[in-house]
């Protein structure tokens, strides 16, 4: 099955710099790779997500890039703010047919602190 | 609209209780998911269910585990003759899932079980 790692567990940074979280995964076929923040206490929300027709993806302060033939794909946030700080997640998953079908595998999430 | 809501949103149990979770998944959603996760770590997949039916259970860790979305909307999680490692917080997520579509899942609140 599919396996995804995610680097690095913690990140630290000062307010307005920019942070980057890079994320692996094993398995070729999948083509789907949404980025989900989480605040203490709630469900994961979905940021922002790529698809695999696309090797880039830009929302205001938000990017990710997806590299299919070296399979990983990273996050970036430009000039973050302190209610940027949260637990920041990777997935991935395939679309189309079989019984996987939509089902996401995580990384094990990163810890980004935005100090002001 | 509504989110996806999800009830208790605490449930602290004894060890060897019987437990039931609740999810209402956002309305016309038609794919609904349950994922575990344990602190400082992604979700896991255990279960997907596309209408009323299961496609993939593959992630139930064993047979006292169980979930069933009868009407094809709302969904109970069951987990009988919990265990202290059921300890975690159990997270429903839903989607407009297609056979043409990307599948953008959007997850509830969670429910944070405790077995004592």
């Known amino acids: 099955g599919e396996n995804v790692e995610q680097h690095p567990s913690t990140l630290s940074v000062q307010e307005g710099d920019s942070a980057v979280i890079k994320c692996t995964y094993s398995?070729?076929?999948?083509?789907?790779f949404p980025w989900y923040k989480q605040e203490l206490g709630k469900g994961p929300q979905l940021i922002i997500d790529?698809?695999?027709?696309?090797g880039e993806k830009k929302d205001q302060r938000i990017a990710v890039t997806l590299n299919k033939t070296a399979k990983h794909f990273s996050l970036h946030i430009t000039e973050t703010q302190p209610e940027d700080s949260a637990v920041y997640f990777c997935?991935?998953?395939?679309?189309?047919?079989?019984?996987?079908?939509?089902?996401?595998?995580f990384g094990q999430g990163t810890i980004l602190t935005v100090h002001p | 609209g509504a989110g996806v809501s999800q009830t208790p949103s605490n449930k602290v149990t004894e060890k060897g209780k019987y437990v039931e979770l609740r999810c209402d998944p956002i309305s016309g959603h038609t794919a609904l998911y349950w994922y575990r996760q344990s602190l400082g770590q992604g979700p896991e997949f255990l279960i997907y269910f596309q209408g009323t039916g299961a496609a993939d259970d593959s992630g139930l860790p064993n047979d006292r585990f169980f979930a069933v979305r009868p009407e094809g909307s709302v969904s109970t999680l069951k987990i009988q003759r919990t265990e202290r490692g059921d300890s975690a917080v159990y997270l429903c997520?839903?989607?407009?899932?297609?056979?043409?579509?990307?599948?953008?899942?959007?997850f509830g609140p969670g429910t944070r079980l405790t077995v004592l």
């Open positions: 790529i698809r695999s027709n696309v």
């Open positions: 398995d070729s076929a999948s083509n789907y």
């Open positions: 997520a839903s989607s407009s899932l297609s056979q043409s579509s990307y599948n953008e899942q959007f």
């Open positions: 997935a991935a998953s395939k679309k189309g047919g079989g019984t996987s079908y939509g089902k996401l595998t």
